[in-house]
């Protein structure tokens, strides 16, 4: 069974940053996409930045510069980063990790089958 568990959300200032971390356990398939999420209140879940099983990565333009995605492995699990700098108060959302078997670094809700239970962001003026 896949499992992703966020951790890393917190509050910070504008001009900050954060480090993200979703643990994935349980994911079998060799090729892989991987992303981040983010949702507030009243608003459709948004793809944040992705990356596949070649490395290739995709950034919402909002981000672009200000936030790196990575994946690193841990014994059986994959471990899934956001590095997020330059931290603003749009950035404000409930962060979700996921993940799928794909082949491209998609940032599409509907690409993806398994979800973590998300990790809270919230940054102030």
């Known amino acids: 069974q896949v499992q992703l568990v966020e951790s890393g959300g917190g509050s910070v200032q504008a001009g900050g940053s954060l480090r993200l971390t979703c643990a994935v356990s349980g994911y079998t398939y060799s090729t892989y996409c991987m992303a981040w999420f983010r949702q507030v209140p009243g608003k459709e879940r948004e793809g944040v930045a992705a990356?596949?099983?070649?490395?290739?990565?995709?950034?919402i333009d909002s981000v672009k510069g200000r936030f790196t995605i990575t994946i690193s492995q841990d014994n059986a699990k994959n471990i899934l980063y956001l590095q997020m700098n330059s931290l603003k108060p749009e950035d404000t959302a409930m962060y979700y990790c996921?993940?799928?078997?794909?082949?491209?670094?998609?940032?599409?809700?509907?690409?993806?089958?398994?979800w973590g239970q998300g990790t809270q962001v919230t940054v102030s003026s």
């Open positions: 990356i596949d099983s070649d490395g290739s990565t995709s950034y």
């Open positions: 996921a993940a799928d078997a794909r082949v491209q670094p998609l940032l599409n809700t509907e690409d993806y089958n398994y």
